[in-house]
Structure formats: structure tokens, C-alpha cells
């Protein structure tokens, strides 16, 4: 299905005593093109990377490779199969080693995987300003579907006359599962449960039912909602923006422009790519960094 020559570099399982090197890589990787283009860093440190790294090794629903030469780790990518679409990254390559095919090798592993698995499709967020990983996954068959702007400032802690946010509960899944197939076509069902595990997810009722969630409001974080008066009361509400901040649709200019009105600031912008399944969001939306 995917065709191309493989670089010479061995292809296995991250395992977690790989995450210290993979985490060094991530951020030297992230750190330099950031700097390169004038853009703040994605991982403030090492142990951030290597911490986020390790616990995407060590989550049973992420599948993780590196790429590796005469016993030296040169790069990994990751992989979020908790849903029937996969997410793919981060994927970062050793600065030193790159432009040498091994970030495209380490795509084409993950890909393989999910067309063994049947995924219904895979998703990425890629940083718009960097052309060559657009161009290489535009010729892996990806296709850019969504504009997105990264926003970021102190939380705003308000609420909306109507719309009550609070902290969602395992009783909610099946409401918010329902919400989220009704505005892309599928649910994020093992996402949302990690949410509600970790007590980060919470939703918004109006009218005396279930019109939005988010898993975080943040980088990591998706979020789903009927209205785009649903998902600024999830927003508002939100008591921090962990990361680099949340990912908006930019085409979504009501809630774009109350972001800006409110005081949040733009980051730098990315582009949501996908390949299989997509529908078009019939409602308001937030994605994570993974899709």
C-alpha cells in the first residue's frame, strides 16, 4: 500500500527505557525547527519531552517505534488507537539525522500498522510552517482538511448565562459519545474515559442536557459541542490551557474572534491532515494536537 525505499535503520517497539533518549530527540527535533522559524518551543525541557514520551510508551492504547542504527535510537513516532481513527505523533527525528529518510520510514511503519489494524483512517496536526513535512505527508497520501490556529493566554474563568460547565462523569459517556458521532462519525470513546479518570474532561449542559464536551482545553485535549455558543462556555470556563495552548479551527471565526476579544493570544498555526475517513464536522469542534 505505501511504496517508497526504506532507509537502512531497524524499526522495533519504544520500550520505556528508551523514553530518556526518544525524549532528548523530541526536543532537540522540536526545539530547533521552532527556533529556526521564530516560534515558541513546544516542549519547555527535556524531562517534558521524555515524561510525555514515557507515557505514551507506557499507555496501553498507544502503539510506539523507534528508529535505530548499530544500537543508536535516531527517532520514534507514536500512534493513539483508542478510536476507530488513528492519531498520529509526535514523530521526531535526531537533528543530525535527518533528511536521510528516516522520518519518512517511520511514518510508512505507523501507517502499515494502521491499515493491519483496519483503521477507519488516520489523522495528524502538522506545524504549517514547516513545508517539508507537509509536502512529505501530502505525498503519503494525507490530505489537508482543516486551517488551525494554536491560542494561548491566562484562563478566563467565565460563564455564560444559560450554559453551565461542570466536571464530566462516567455517567456522561454515553451522552458525550453520542455528541461526538453526531458531529464527526465516530466517538472518541477511550479518550473520553482517560479524561474522566483523570478529571480533566468536563461538559456543558443548556437547556437541562449534555451540548458539549472537552476531554482538556488544551493540547492534548479534543473538544465537541453543538453550538459554537457550547464550546466558548467550555473554553471560558476552563481553568488553564496546559501546553502550547488549544487548538480552534480557524475557519470558525465567531469563536476565533471571541478568543482574540477575550485576550487569547495566537501561538502559531497548524494544519489538520487526514487519510480514510472524514466527514465534516457538523457542529463546533476543538482538536487535539493528535486530531
Given at each position: ?217 488544551g493540547f492534548f485535549g479534543h473538544s465537541v459541542a453543538e453550538t459554537d455558543h457550547d464550546l466558548i462556555a467550555l473554553i471560558a470556563a476552563a481553568p488553564v490551557f496546559p501546553g502550547p495552548g488549544f487548538l480552534l479551527p480557524t475557519r470558525n471565526h465567531r469563536v476565533f474572534s ?34
Amino acid at each position: 500500500m505505501h511504496g517508497g525505499n526504506r532507509v537502512d535503520v531497524i524499526m522495533r517497539p519504544a520500550a520505556p527505557d528508551d523514553a530518556p533518549t526518544c525524549g532528548q530527540i523530541c526536543y532537540a527535533a522540536f526545539g530547533s525547527l521552532a527556533d529556526h522559524h521564530g516560534f515558541p518551543r513546544d516542549f519547555p525541557s527535556v524531562k517534558m519531552a521524555s515524561d510525555v514520551l514515557r507515557m505514551l510508551i507506557e499507555h496501553a492504547g498507544f502503539y510506539g517505534v523507534v528508529a535505530e542504527r548499530d544500537g543508536k535510537i535516531l527517532g520514534s513516532n507514536f500512534m493513539d488507537e483508542r478510536s476507530a481513527v488513528l492519531g498520529i505523533g509526535p514523530i521526531s527525528v535526531d537533528p543530525a539525522a535527518q533528511d536521510k529518510g528516516i522520518g519518512r520510514s517511520l511514518m510508512l511503519n505507523v501507517l502499515d500498522r494502521a491499515t493491519a489494524r483496519h483503521a477507519a483512517g488516520v489523522r495528524l496536526v502538522q506545524a504549517a510552517y514547516h513545508n517539508r513535512s507537509l509536502c512529505l505527508y501530502t505525498k503519503l497520501g494525507f490530505q489537508t482538511r482543516e486551517p488551525l490556529s494554536v491560542l494561548q493566554g491566562p484562563p478566563l474563568r467565565l460563564e455564560l448565562p444559560g450554559y453551565a460547565v461542570r466536571p464530566a462523569e462516567p455517567t456522561d459517556i454515553d451522552a458525550c459519545n453520542a455528541l461526538c458521532t453526531q458531529i464527526h462519525g465516530f466517538d472518541r470513546d477511550g479518550e473520553l474515559r482517560d479524561a474522566i479518570q483523570q478529571q480533566s474532561a468536563t461538559v456543558v449542559e443548556h437547556l437541562g442536557r449534555i451540548t458539549g464536551y472537552a476531554t482538556l482545553v488544551g493540547f492534548f485535549g479534543h473538544s465537541v459541542a453543538e453550538t459554537d455558543h457550547d464550546l466558548i462556555a467550555l473554553i471560558a470556563a476552563a481553568p488553564v490551557f496546559p501546553g502550547p495552548g488549544f487548538l480552534l479551527p480557524t475557519r470558525n471565526h465567531r469563536v476565533f474572534s471571541w478568543c482574540l476579544n477575550h485576550g487569547l493570544k495566537l501561538s502559531w498555526q497548524g494544519t489538520l491532515m487526514t487519510m480514510g475517513l472524514y466527514n465534516e464536522p457538523a457542529g463546533a469542534w476543538l482538536p487535539s494536537i493528535l486530531y
